[in-house]
């Protein structure tokens, strides 16, 4: 049962049975997904400062964003990519997927690293607010491994970026 929804997500009551037989309905956020990228411009990384109203402050995060219902994953990949950076991707690697809090939601974030970049922009959801800035990739590493990058798809992409560029030059 749909107890509220909005363009992006649903908030349903689903039943689970528990293991004595007894039944529960628990509230539960359903998902269209999310692309996660981390766009490589030579050997930087651009990323996001952005305000998040949840925590009340600005955050480093990489560019991502809610997928369509019925998009195709990589058309929204792009779409993302030229809103957030002002570049357009000739190629994309996958770097897996993850769940964002799969206690609360079914969401899924698609993991891309963004290669060979061109300027291609495309204007920004009205609703959003952050600064671009180049920051290399050995730092975000770093950045994500020490504490500084608190953002968990953030910090999954940049290690997973790096290690697939570890292992493919």
């Keep these: ?34 692309v996660v990228l981390v766009p490589l411009l030579d050997d930087q990384v651009i990323m996001l400062r952005q305000y998040r109203l949840a925590l009340d402050q600005m955050i480093w995060e990489l560019p991502a964003g ?23 991707a000739e190629r994309f690697v996958s ?6 809090a ?3 939601s079914d969401e899924l974030m698609a993991l891309y690293l963004a290669l060979d970049l061109t300027p291609d922009p495309l ?8 600064e671009r800035e180049l920051r290399p990739l050995a730092e975000l590493v770093e950045m994500a491994v020490d504490g500084r990058l608190q953002d ?15 292992a493919n030059g």
């Design 1 to 34: 049962m749909v107890i509220w929804q909005t363009d992006s997500w649903r908030l349903v009551l689903k039943e689970q049975l528990l293991p004595d037989g007894r039944r529960q309905q628990k509230p539960i956020v359903v998902h269209p997904g999310v």
């Design 66 to 88: 809610t997928r369509g219902w019925d998009e195709d994953w990589l058309a929204c990949a792009q779409r993302e990519l030229r809103e957030e950076t002002g570049y357009r």
């Design 95 to 100: 770097l897996g997927e993850i769940w964002s």
């Design 102 to 104: 799969p206690g609360l």
């Design 123 to 130: 204007n920004p959801d009205e609703d959003e607010q952050f």
């Design 152 to 166: 968990a798809k953030t910090i999954v992409a940049i290690l997973r970026a790096a290690r697939y560029l570890q």
